[in-house]
Nanobody
Framework: HVQLVESGGGSVQAGGSLRLSCAVS????????MGWFRQAPGEEREGVAA????????YYADSVKGRFTISLDNAEKTHYQQMDDLKPEDSATYYC??????????????????????WGQGTQVTVS
C-alpha cells in the first residue's frame, strides 16, 4: 500500500524560499509519476510539478517555471519541491501525489488530469 507523507510547509515573506518533502513508502516499481498539486480556498486544484522516477524527467506548470524545482532521492524514496522567489499567489495547501506512469511522456497529461491514486495529507504554504 503506497503512503505519502508531506512536510516542510510554513509561512514566508514574498521573495523567500521553502522546501517541501514527500516521503513515499510501499512502492517498488521504478515507473511512477510523483507530483505536487496545490489548492487555495475557492480555487481549483492546480498541478504544479512532477517527476518521473524512471529517468527523473520533470514537468512544471507555467506559473512556477524558473522558480520551483522538483527532485527525487530514489534511495530515500523521497521527493522534494524547492520553491524560490515565492509570491503571495503561491499560498495554498500543497499535496504530493503518486501513481504508476508508463513513461515520462505521460506525466504532463497526468498532471493536467490530476487523477492520481495516492495522495498525501497536505501541507500549508503561506506567502505574505
Amino acid at each position: 500500500h503506497v503512503q505519502l507523507v508531506e512536510s516542510g510547509g510554513g509561512s514566508v515573506q514574498a521573495g523567500g524560499s521553502l522546501r517541501l518533502s514527500c516521503a513515499v513508502s510501499g512502492y517498488t516499481l521504478r515507473s511512477y509519476c510523483m507530483g505536487w498539486f496545490r489548492q487555495a480556498p475557492g480555487e481549483e486544484r492546480e498541478g504544479v510539478a512532477a517527476i518521473f522516477t524512471g529517468d527523473s524527467s520533470t514537468y512544471y506548470a507555467d506559473s512556477v517555471k524558473g522558480r520551483f524545482t522538483i527532485s527525487l532521492d530514489n534511495a530515500e524514496k523521497t521527493h522534494y519541491q524547492q520553491m524560490d522567489d515565492l509570491k503571495p499567489e503561491d499560498s495554498a495547501t500543497y499535496y504530493c501525489a503518486a501513481d504508476y506512469a508508463a513513461s515520462s511522456a505521460v506525466i504532463g497529461s497526468m498532471m493536467e488530469r490530476g487523477r492520481f491514486s495516492y495522495w498525501g495529507q497536505g501541507t500549508q504554504v503561506t506567502v505574505s
